[in-house]
Protein backbone atom coordinates (compact mmCIF):
# COMPACT_ATOMS: atom_id res chain seq x y z
CA UNK A 1 0.00 0.00 0.00
CA UNK A 2 1.71 3.18 -0.56
CA UNK A 3 1.24 6.65 0.49
CA UNK A 4 -1.51 7.76 -0.57
CA UNK A 5 -3.99 4.68 -0.76
CA UNK A 6 -3.38 1.29 -2.93
CA UNK A 7 -0.67 1.34 -5.87
CA UNK A 8 -1.32 -0.07 -9.06
CA UNK A 9 0.06 -3.59 -9.53
CA UNK A 10 1.21 -2.13 -13.32
CA UNK A 11 4.22 -0.49 -14.36
CA UNK A 12 3.94 2.68 -15.51
CA UNK A 13 4.46 1.89 -19.13
CA UNK A 14 1.79 -0.43 -19.34
CA UNK A 15 -0.57 2.68 -17.23
CA UNK A 16 0.41 5.34 -19.87
CA UNK A 17 -0.60 3.00 -23.09
CA UNK A 18 -4.12 2.49 -21.20
CA UNK A 19 -4.72 6.17 -20.80
CA UNK A 20 -3.29 7.04 -23.76
CA UNK A 21 -5.73 4.84 -26.07
CA UNK A 22 -8.70 6.01 -23.88
CA UNK A 23 -7.58 9.53 -24.01
CA UNK A 24 -7.18 8.73 -28.14
CA UNK A 25 -9.90 6.75 -28.58
CA UNK A 26 -12.37 10.35 -26.78
CA UNK A 27 -10.56 12.10 -29.45
CA UNK A 28 -11.79 10.01 -32.41
CA UNK A 29 -15.07 10.83 -31.08
CA UNK A 30 -15.05 14.55 -30.39
CA UNK A 31 -13.43 14.53 -34.12
CA UNK A 32 -16.67 12.20 -35.30
CA UNK A 33 -18.65 15.09 -33.33
CA UNK A 34 -17.01 17.72 -34.96
CA UNK A 35 -17.17 16.60 -38.51
CA UNK A 36 -20.98 15.54 -37.59
CA UNK A 37 -21.46 19.84 -36.98
CA UNK A 38 -20.14 20.70 -39.70
CA UNK A 39 -21.89 18.87 -42.15
CA UNK A 40 -25.04 20.07 -40.01
CA UNK A 41 -23.48 23.68 -40.89
CA UNK A 42 -23.33 23.14 -45.06
CA UNK A 43 -26.97 22.19 -44.47
CA UNK A 44 -27.87 25.48 -42.79
CA UNK A 45 -25.80 26.97 -45.44
CA UNK A 46 -28.20 25.86 -48.44
CA UNK A 47 -31.19 26.69 -46.11
CA UNK A 48 -30.21 30.15 -45.52
CA UNK A 49 -29.77 30.81 -49.29
CA UNK A 50 -33.07 29.57 -50.05
CA UNK A 51 -34.62 31.54 -47.34
CA UNK A 52 -33.06 33.82 -48.90
CA UNK A 53 -34.00 33.50 -52.34
CA UNK A 54 -37.37 33.14 -51.12
CA UNK A 55 -37.24 36.57 -48.84
CA UNK A 56 -37.63 34.92 -45.63
CA UNK A 57 -35.43 37.28 -43.64
CA UNK A 58 -36.72 35.88 -40.17
CA UNK A 59 -35.85 32.81 -41.48
CA UNK A 60 -32.40 33.76 -42.13
CA UNK A 61 -31.71 35.56 -38.97
CA UNK A 62 -32.80 32.39 -36.64
CA UNK A 63 -30.49 30.01 -39.04
CA UNK A 64 -27.49 32.06 -39.29
CA UNK A 65 -27.44 32.80 -35.06
CA UNK A 66 -27.45 28.67 -35.17
CA UNK A 67 -24.61 28.48 -37.55
CA UNK A 68 -22.70 31.08 -35.20
CA UNK A 69 -23.70 28.69 -32.04
CA UNK A 70 -22.24 25.68 -34.30
CA UNK A 71 -19.10 27.19 -35.13
CA UNK A 72 -18.54 28.35 -31.22
CA UNK A 73 -19.35 24.36 -30.20
CA UNK A 74 -16.76 23.42 -33.19
CA UNK A 75 -14.38 25.99 -31.34
CA UNK A 76 -15.03 24.25 -28.03
CA UNK A 77 -14.65 20.69 -29.11
CA UNK A 78 -11.55 22.04 -30.58
CA UNK A 79 -9.93 23.21 -27.61
CA UNK A 80 -11.25 20.20 -25.38
CA UNK A 81 -9.22 17.85 -28.40
CA UNK A 82 -5.96 20.11 -27.89
CA UNK A 83 -6.37 19.83 -23.83
CA UNK A 84 -6.24 15.87 -24.36
CA UNK A 85 -3.56 16.03 -26.25
CA UNK A 86 -1.58 17.90 -23.69
CA UNK A 87 -2.56 16.03 -21.35
CA UNK A 88 -1.52 12.62 -23.53
CA UNK A 89 2.14 14.60 -24.22
CA UNK A 90 2.33 15.02 -20.25
CA UNK A 91 1.97 11.66 -19.72
CA UNK A 92 4.73 10.92 -22.18
CA UNK A 93 6.77 13.39 -20.69
CA UNK A 94 6.33 11.97 -17.26
CA UNK A 95 6.91 8.15 -17.82
CA UNK A 96 10.21 9.54 -19.84
CA UNK A 97 11.42 11.09 -16.79
CA UNK A 98 10.66 8.20 -14.37
CA UNK A 99 12.09 6.11 -17.31
CA UNK A 100 15.63 8.68 -16.93
CA UNK A 101 15.06 8.63 -13.13
CA UNK A 102 15.42 4.81 -13.36
CA UNK A 103 18.61 5.09 -15.05
CA UNK A 104 20.16 7.17 -12.77
CA UNK A 105 19.34 4.98 -9.68
CA UNK A 106 20.98 2.22 -11.80
CA UNK A 107 23.77 4.56 -12.94
CA UNK A 108 24.45 5.53 -9.15
CA UNK A 109 24.43 2.00 -8.17
CA UNK A 110 27.20 1.11 -10.56
CA UNK A 111 29.13 4.24 -8.96
CA UNK A 112 28.56 2.80 -5.81
CA UNK A 113 29.89 -0.76 -7.10
CA UNK A 114 32.82 0.72 -8.82
CA UNK A 115 33.90 2.38 -5.44
CA UNK A 116 33.89 -0.06 -3.47
CA UNK A 117 35.74 -1.94 -6.29
CA UNK A 118 38.83 0.99 -6.15
CA UNK A 119 41.32 1.19 -3.34
CA UNK A 120 40.60 4.13 -1.12
CA UNK A 121 43.94 5.33 0.36
CA UNK A 122 45.14 5.71 -3.53
CA UNK A 123 42.07 8.30 -4.20
CA UNK A 124 42.65 10.03 -0.87
CA UNK A 125 46.45 10.45 -1.75
CA UNK A 126 45.50 11.70 -5.14
CA UNK A 127 42.82 14.04 -3.95
CA UNK A 128 45.24 15.40 -1.30
CA UNK A 129 47.60 16.00 -4.07
CA UNK A 130 45.29 17.81 -5.52
CA UNK A 131 44.08 20.04 -2.74
CA UNK A 132 47.87 21.00 -2.25
CA UNK A 133 48.34 22.07 -6.05
CA UNK A 134 44.54 24.29 -5.51
CA UNK A 135 45.56 25.84 -2.47
CA UNK A 136 49.14 27.05 -3.95
CA UNK A 137 46.99 28.44 -7.33
CA UNK A 138 44.66 30.39 -4.76
CA UNK A 139 47.03 31.70 -2.55
CA UNK A 140 48.86 33.11 -6.36
CA UNK A 141 45.76 34.36 -7.63
CA UNK A 142 45.05 35.80 -3.93
CA UNK A 143 48.53 37.85 -4.20
CA UNK A 144 47.42 39.24 -7.40
CA UNK A 145 44.67 40.75 -5.89
CA UNK A 146 46.75 43.16 -3.27
CA UNK A 147 49.40 44.50 -5.90
CA UNK A 148 50.41 47.05 -3.14
CA UNK A 149 53.17 45.51 -0.60
CA UNK A 150 54.79 47.95 2.44
CA UNK A 151 58.31 48.10 2.60
CA UNK A 152 59.54 48.69 6.13
CA UNK A 153 63.00 48.83 5.33
CA UNK A 154 62.52 51.57 2.96
CA UNK A 155 59.23 53.20 4.45
CA UNK A 156 57.40 53.18 1.23
CA UNK A 157 54.34 51.31 -0.33
CA UNK A 158 55.68 49.06 -3.10
CA UNK A 159 53.78 47.74 -6.34
CA UNK A 160 54.68 44.25 -6.45
CA UNK A 161 52.13 41.50 -7.16
CA UNK A 162 54.19 38.18 -5.37
CA UNK A 163 54.61 39.44 -1.97
CA UNK A 164 51.16 40.99 -0.67
CA UNK A 165 52.87 42.15 2.46
CA UNK A 166 56.57 42.70 3.80
CA UNK A 167 57.16 42.84 7.58
CA UNK A 168 60.60 43.63 9.20
CA UNK A 169 63.27 40.93 8.42
CA UNK A 170 61.29 39.80 5.72
CA UNK A 171 62.43 39.53 1.95
CA UNK A 172 63.27 42.82 0.27
CA UNK A 173 60.55 43.79 -2.53
CA UNK A 174 62.94 44.24 -5.86
CA UNK A 175 61.71 45.51 -9.21
CA UNK A 176 59.11 47.61 -7.82
CA UNK A 177 57.73 51.31 -7.92
CA UNK A 178 58.00 52.53 -4.68
CA UNK A 179 56.09 55.04 -3.01
CA UNK A 180 57.49 57.01 -0.11
CA UNK A 181 54.84 57.55 2.78
CA UNK A 182 57.02 59.38 5.13
Not at 78 to 102: D, E, F, T
Not at 129 to 139: N, P
Not at 141 to 167: F, G
Request: glycine fraction near 4%.
Amino acid sequence: MGLFGKTHDKPPKDLVNEWSLKIRKEMRVIDRQIRDIQREEEKVKRSIKDAAKKGHRDVCVVLAKEMIQSKRAVSKLYASKAQMNSVLLSMKNQLSVLRVAGALQKSTEVMKAMQSLVKIPEIQGTMRELSKEMMKVSRISADSLWPLCVCWEHKSITAHCLRPLHHPGGPKATNSLCLNIY
